[in-house]
């Protein structure tokens, strides 16, 4: 059993926006394998790749037409296995993101199953006859305000959680369970180290279809990512999603000794229901995704700290996550700083991101201090969720800008137009900018890795709080070899951290490691440190 990715720190790449090679304006694979030494350099073990497979994209690629093609708007198979390769060659393991929940409408099993209720793909997805009113089968609610499509030909609806064009799988028929465990296996057998499993607590419904409860808004934990205003009990994180999971744990196990990595997207109400997809004995998903960081709506300690605690409390030694940003939701620094305080945030966030007990997943452009850049106008809208909810919702787009390399046209991503417009000041905020700059984001961000490589305490050791200071979040890391200290101030004033308020550190002598603020004049620490607004710290012993 390889457990590799328990220390690594992931990468996460939004394909078409990191790096054009052929001018067309859409990033892909060789643009990808064009910048491994970058992704290297910065100290990455893994890297996530959104989907790259054939596609209509009317939802940039979750909605596929063959699972086991590329397609031709991101390269070919080739490309594929010469990513892998180059990949190997730095020592950097490839994450595929698999969509097994739904297939396109234009997949050729979901052309099969509208062609009549007789048809042997029929219960492939899930078809149902309208109410005696004509009305949809429930009251579910997705990515639209209805769940359910009407077929004219059949004269029944068929379900899709997403948009109209991603029809779900029957999950309850063993064929769709065959077929779709065969695609996990193609992938790993062309070198791919880990899985990310994409929604895969939304395999398995209600078999009677029950309506949803009505609430007074998006629960919580879906905020980020939902309009609807409905509890999604019956068709999201069904129990029987659990039966699925231990059945591809199993397959995976039994054709691949190596026990590859399932990592799974998992929105869940509280910490309890992410214990639940670990399994009983580690037997479905080793790592589902702790999204629960990224739901703050503001840089806060003591809501951090009550969140760490209940970490602690209920994930315990279980193998988690951290997530601050991503391709579904604003970039953390939107979310946690104005402009004028952007890139001492930044390094506050980095420092947060890399020193937590759990596996860091960096979100491309986030080691650049990158902030969105959403759309003015409807025209400019790409993603589909815009258009339908604009202007009150305007989309993924601004999260998802090309990356910018240097202050050329285009910001070095492509010679053609890009699919999408750059980041306001990727003429000044750019990697070759940074890679010269001493005290940027990025460098920060290569300093922090190289700590992180260093003290075997971040990687691996226990986690304890220190204080309850409302303006500083400080912990402590400590593993038998080594121990550090990091204190976050999460405010705009200046706070002061006390050493002494825990009686583990009082004979020690303590210096600072790292700073997020270049001008610190005091490197050792005997009883306490003045922090500026925004500043982080790690300390180590002297």
């Known amino acids: 059993m390889n457990n590799w990715w328990k220390e690594a720190i992931f990468y996460h790449v939004y394909l078409r926006s990191f790096q054009d090679s052929n001018g067309d304006g859409i990033g892909d694979l060789q643009g990808l394998i064009n910048r491994l030494d970058y992704i290297a350099d910065l100290g990455i073990d893994g890297i996530w790749i959104s989907p790259f497979y054939q596609s209509p994209h009317v939802d940039f690629g979750y909605d596929i037409s063959n699972h086991k093609a590329v397609d031709p708007r991101y390269g070919t198979l080739e490309d594929f296995d010469k990513l892998i390769e180059e990949a190997n060659k730095r020592n950097i393991k490839i994450v595929v993101d698999i969509i097994l929940n739904h297939t396109s409408d234009q997949h050729p099993f979901f052309i099969e199953s509208r062609q009549s209720k007789d048809s042997e793909k029929r219960d492939w997805y899930i078809w149902c006859d309208p109410k005696p009113d004509g009305s949809p089968p429930n009251n579910w609610q997705g990515f639209e305000p209805s769940t359910w499509k009407f077929d004219e030909k059949t004269q029944q609806y068929y379900y899709h959680y997403f948009y109209v064009q991603q029809p779900d799988l029957n999950w309850r028929n063993s064929d769709v369970i065959t077929e779709m465990f065969s695609i996990c296996d193609f992938w790993i057998n062309k070198g791919a180290a880990a899985l990310r499993l994409d929604a895969i607590n939304y395999l398995v419904e209600d078999p009677e279809l029950k309506d949803n409860p009505i609430t007074d808004g998006v629960p919580d934990y879906l905020r980020n990512i939902y309009q609807f205003n409905q509890d999604p009990i019956h068709n999201l994180n069904h129990p029987d999603n659990h039966e699925v999971l231990k059945k591809l744990r199993q397959h995976i196990r039994s054709n691949h000794p190596e026990d590859p990595l399932l990592i799974g997207e998992i929105w869940v109400p509280n910490t ?271």
């Not at 939107?334 to 004028?340: D, G, T």
């Not at 750019?430 to 700059?437: A, F, H, R, Y």
């Open 272 to 542: 309890q229901e992410l214990v639940n997809y670990y399994g009983t004995n580690d037997d479905e998903l080793q790592l589902p995704f702790n999204f629960f960081l990224s739901t703050l709506s503001q840089l806060n300690a003591v809501t951090c700290r009550e969140m760490l605690e209940d970490f602690e409390r209920t994930l315990g030694n279980f193998p988690t996550t951290v997530v601050l940003s991503n391709h579904d939701f604003p970039r953390s620094t939107v979310r946690y700083s104005q402009e004028k305080d952007s890139d001492q945030v930044a390094k506050l966030l980095a420092t947060f991101l890399l020193t937590l007990k759990g596996i860091p997943f960096i979100y491309y452009g986030e080691e650049l201090g990158l902030r969105d850049n959403p759309p003015d106008t409807i025209e400019e809208v790409q993603d589909p969720r815009g258009k339908i909810d604009w202007p009150s919702y305007k989309g993924r787009d601004g999260c998802r800008t090309p990356m910018p390399w240097n202050n050329s046209l285009n910001g070095g991503f492509t010679e053609g137009k890009p699919w999408y417009k750059l980041p306001l000041d990727y003429q000044q905020r750019n990697v070759e900018n940074q890679v010269k700059d001493p005290d940027s984001i990025l460098n920060y961000y290569k300093q922090v890795i190289k700590i992180r490589r260093n003290v075997s305490a971040l990687r691996r050791g226990n986690l304890i709080l220190l204080g309850d200071d409302p303006n500083l979040l400080a912990y402590s890391r400590t593993d038998e070899k080594t121990q550090a200290i990091i204190v976050l101030n999460m405010s705009s004033d200046r706070c002061t951290f006390e050493l002494l308020t825990s009686p583990t550190f009082v004979t020690q002598s303590w210096s600072i490691l790292l700073s997020t603020h270049n001008d610190v004049k005091s490197k050792t620490i005997s009883e306490k440190i003045s922090l500026q607004p925004f500043e982080g710290l790690i300390i180590v012993p002297n």
